[in-house]
């Protein structure tokens, strides 16, 4: 119940940094190297100023923000207090999300990754001790996230200085609303993909609750089945998106220099790669979720007899993200912001 607000600061956060990423690339191709750093300073200034907002608005308003999304009477107090603390990491996340896809972008794909990563083995390490060792439970998880995220911030904020096609001037950062405006134009299907998460979740959260309740299976299960299916499906979408995201330099840079030969040759090794991934995909969740399922825990016969229904029929067109999700990166790239949003409304809305 939780996830939907980090999703909501992802949301911005791709928005902003896929803007961003796209925009350079574009502006890169096309030898416009200062309108390429406004671009990335303006969406550096309008992440850190949206996430300092929400961070507040969250802290203010989280019990209610909890109860839309679902929350049951049963799951509030551990909801509060994880929510609480993953709300005070709300702006180094979202404004490190940001920087790592400009500084993929920038041509560091390494560098980018290499932070994700020390920040995600950091979180793994972490997470037991505060869990079991210091007794937190899931204070203890969400401060561990924190701790991670915090970690990735700083390691993204130092690359400032070493952009390699760019220079960073303090006149970059203020900003300028057309720049802005096009900078978020680019990153808005990034935008809508992640928000309509949110909504999805919210609406199968009340749902699940309330006719849940109803069945054997009772409220709670069907909600933490959910929150577990949807962050294997993020894990799918993650890497097809990484593919798809490497991708994104190479499409707006040769997109921009107008050699279209090697923005199609791209396009088809990303297409091909991510129908693979998702198939493969689709045959581990329907021939073994039970065994997916164990990875995050256990539970009753209940509980495993809803996880195995949940998976193979949440996840049953899974195959389709292969072509899907690359599509509206190309699109995103290349600067069709319209196309690219409506394909993203196509697959989270229906």
Do not use: H, W
């Not at 950091?122 to 001790?129: E, F, G, H, V």
């Amino acid at each position: 119940v939780v996830f939907p607000l980090v999703m909501i600061g992802l949301a911005f956060s791709l928005m902003f940094g896929d803007g961003a990423s796209a925009y350079l690339s574009l502006k890169l191709g096309e030898k416009k190297k200062d309108e390429a750093a406004k671009g990335v300073g303006n969406a550096l200034s309008i992440a850190t100023i949206v996430s300092v907002l929400f961070c507040a608005i969250t802290l203010i308003f989280l019990p209610q923000l909890l109860n839309m999304f679902g929350c049951t009477e049963a799951l509030k107090e551990y909801a509060l207090k994880y929510g609480y603390v993953i709300a005070i990491g709300l702006p180094f996340s979202m404004i490190g999300t940001t920087l790592n896809s400009i500084i993929r972008s920038d041509g560091s794909p390494k560098y980018s990754m290499t932070t994700m990563l020390v920040g995600a083995i950091l979180n793994t390490i972490l997470d037991p001790i505060f869990i079991f060792v210091f007794k937190m439970g899931v204070e203890g998880a969400a401060i561990a996230t924190v701790i991670s995220q915090i970690l990735v911030f700083i390691l993204n904020a130092l690359y400032v200085k070493k952009f390699k096609s760019i220079k960073l001037s303090k006149e970059a950062f203020k900003v300028k609303a057309n720049v802005a405006k096009k900078v978020s134009m680019l990153g808005i299907s990034s935008f809508i993909n992640q928000m309509s998460i949110v909504f999805v979740m919210a609406t199968e959260n009340n749902t699940l609750g309330k006719y849940g309740a109803e069945s054997k299976f009772g409220a709670e299960i069907p909600i933490t089945v959910l929150g577990i299916v949807m962050k294997i499906s993020q894990i799918l979408n993650s890497i097809i998106i990484g593919i798809a995201a490497g991708a994104q330099p190479i499409f707006g840079y040769n997109y921009g220099a107008r050699k279209f030969d090697r923005v199609k040759t791209t396009l088809k090794i990303v297409l091909g790669s991510s129908v693979v991934i998702s198939t493969t995909a689709f045959i581990l969740f329907q021939t073994i979720p039970d065994k997916l399922i164990s990875i995050f825990g256990s539970g009753d016969e209940n509980y495993m007899e809803f996880a195995c229904l949940a998976f193979r029929t949440y996840l049953m067109l899974c195959i389709c993200n292969g072509i899907q999700i690359p599509s509206g990166i190309f699109f995103q790239a290349i600067g069709k912001s319209i196309i690219s949003a409506i394909l993203s409304i196509s697959r989270q809305i229906a």
